[in-house]
């Protein structure tokens, strides 16, 4: 393929933003599994940070330390080193103002409540009064098109539908930051390309900044203000790259764009090179 007509802006660390404009700092984030089989050093270093109003996708191989990565974000697990910082705050425990939407939508919804009673609990946990939860709670299905079904159970709809729950109860509750676990993963083409739209429609709409790890590369690319792409495990940052393509996405439109062509084959031949384990901590001299 020929160079791309444009430089493309990429970093070959994770990209750092001033204070002021930075909500979800990540910093020399390091964790070790211990396991009966001895130690599994999972992410080695990692540091980014999120701005506000920003969607950033991370892409990198399966086992890259994804999903650890956003469990300490989450603050799920405690990291062995390092630290993640929200809104000034070192993060210990999971954060009022976060939310996660994870890939198993299936075993993310409670199956004896209906769905308006799955987007309402968060909020009955955190104490929100009645009146105000039942707004929350039509305003979000309202925002995921699904007006319709709340008194559904979950086992009654589509797998793509009960992905749009998940987004509903974590939208519901307002976070500032929501982090999305590969969550299309499971469903077909054409609703995962729905649900796409759909994420970029809420964060717009709702100002949130949403960090969303996939291992799909075009994805990544239709999605993100940026792609953080990580290395094979042990994992570091192994480029930082700026998605300048235009604010608004359409699915046929802008994967028909040329820039669309060049970042994607740019992330494309990233994670080729971490796949094969190039990295850039790597010594030359080895
Ligand atoms: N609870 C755990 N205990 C031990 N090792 C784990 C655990 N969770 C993940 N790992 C290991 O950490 C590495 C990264 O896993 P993960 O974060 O799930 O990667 P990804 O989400 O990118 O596929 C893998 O080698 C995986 O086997
Ligand atoms: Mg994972």
Redesign the pocket.
Known sequence: MAEPTTPLHTVSHGRTLPPEETLLSVRGLR?V???DGGD?E??RDLTFDLGKNELTCLV????????????CTAGLLAPTSGEVILDGKTVTGPPKKMAVVFQEYGRSLFPWLRVAANVELPLKHAGVDKAKRTALVEEALHNVGLDHVPQSYPWQLSGGMQQRVAIARAIAYQPEVLLM??PFAAVDAQTRADLEDLVRKVRKELGISVLF?T?DIDESVYLGERVIM?SN?P?VVQEDLLVDLPEERDQLETRALPRFTELRHHVYEQIQLAKKGFRPDADPAQ
């Not at 990198?60 to 469990?71: A, E, F, I, R, V």
């Open positions: 964790k599994y211990h396991t599994i999972a992410v990198g191989p399966s086992g890259s330390g994804k999903t650890t990565l956003l469990k676990d590969e790890v291992h990580l495990s994992t």
